[in-house]
């Protein structure tokens, strides 16, 4: 079935600092989503990326779509303790399957 | 307002008892999900609903069963439960089976 890589598993920064999670998958995706889980909580959809190539911006985070369709990134900028939790990617691929797949997530922890 | 809901919040279950969780939408959204997650994993998804059409993933243990008796309720009733079991349990809601997910605050089910 498909399969999204997500990298890195943790990544430790200090506050303004920036930070990049990326997804790979080995096939083609229709689209992928974004989504933060802070840390006792649930899954929150953050973004949706459908276009070869596109970049969207929320405030301090760039969400970008590779030119193949088959990688994403998450990049913030200049890191807050809010920005705490883990982000997931969910990835659609162009055949068969209807749902998404997560990527294992990247938890993100900033020391003040 | 709360748009998922997720009944009860914290479940405890004795080794073999079973036991029904529930989720309620004011989405009207067509798809509903239902994931297991474990500490510092991705969501693993059991099963989905489209409208009426139940949609099982090839690795959900037979120990798992889902109804849906209209489009607002969606119940996640596990048979037998195992040690195994205990996890958050999210339930999930999209307009349709590529669009973004709107997720509950989750069940966390221990079971003794």
């Known amino acids: 079935g498909q399969q999204v890589m997500q990298i890195p598993q943790y990544q430790h920064v200090q506050e303004g600092e920036d930070f990049t999670t990326y997804c790979n998958s080995s096939t083609t995706l229709s689209n992928i989503q974004w989504y933060k889980q802070r840390p006792g909580g649930h899954p929150v959809f953050l973004i949706q990326?459908?276009?070869?190539?596109e970049v969207k911006k929320q405030k301090r985070l760039t969400f970008q779509f590779g030119e193949a369709k088959k990688n994403s990134s998450l990049h913030i900028t200049a890191t807050q303790t809010t920005d705490v939790g883990t982000y997931f990617c969910?990835?659609?691929?162009?055949?068969?399957?209807?749902?998404?797949?997560f990527g294992r997530g990247t938890s993100l922890i900033v020391h003040p | 307002d709360a748009m998922v809901i997720q009944n009860p919040r914290y479940q405890v279950t004795q080794f073999g008892k079973p036991v029904t969780l529930s989720c309620s939408q004011t989405l009207n959204h067509n798809v509903m999900y239902w994931y297991q997650q474990k500490s510092s994993q991705a969501p693993k998804l059991l099963f989905h609903y489209y409208d009426k059409d139940f949609n099982n993933e090839a690795d959900t243990p037979d120990n798992f069963q889902s109804r849906r008796p209209n489009t607002s309720f969606c119940f996640l009733d596990i048979r037998s439960p195992g040690l195994g079991d205990a996890a958050m349990y999210l339930c999930?809601?999209?307009?349709?089976?590529?669009?973004?997910?709107?997720f509950g605050p989750g069940t966390r089910l221990l079971v003794l």
């Open positions: 999930a809601t999209s307009r349709d089976r590529a669009e973004p997910q709107y």
């Open positions: 969910a990835g659609r691929g162009s055949g068969g399957s209807y749902i998404p797949t």
């Open positions: 990326l459908v276009k070869s190539g």
